[in-house]
Nanobody, 126 residues
């Protein structure tokens, strides 16, 4: 499966962006999806993840209440709505897929992810 992330750009602090991750497979509902980010000089970190079914999700503490992940298995796309952006959200964001037979499982470990999309740059600055 190939994943393609888009939607990044420049936003002001307090602004919003919506990232999209489009998959090349019509069996996206068999993949848990995660959004990762990597800032300059920092390790890549998982920001949010959603189960294949879409019923379970995970967020790191720093984005809880600001970021919302959703998926549309008909349109084979996953989204990350980012509100109230902060300068510390600046990073390259990647979406990744984890093949799973457990449709309600949320993958929170890097090693669980098999497929990676190219990154999209998010810059939060005034």
């Amino acid at each position: 499966v190939q994943l393609q992330a888009s939607g990044g750009g420049l936003a002001q602090p307090g602004g919003s962006l919506r990232l999209s991750c489009v998959a090349s497979t019509f069996s996206l509902d068999l993949y848990a999806i995660g959004w990762f980010r990597q800032a300059p000089g920092k390790e890549r970190e998982l920001v949010a993840a959603i189960s294949a079914s879409g019923t379970s999700s995970y967020y790191i503490d720093s984005v809880k209440g600001r970021f919302t992940m959703s998926r549309d298995n008909v349109k084979i796309a996953v989204y990350l709505q980012m509100n109230n952006l902060k300068p510390e959200d600046t990073a390259v964001y990647y979406c990744a897929g984890s093949a799973t037979l457990q449709r309600d499982h949320v993958a929170t470990k890097n090693w669980e992810y098999d497929y990676w999309g190219q990154g999209t740059q998010v810059t939060v600055s005034s």
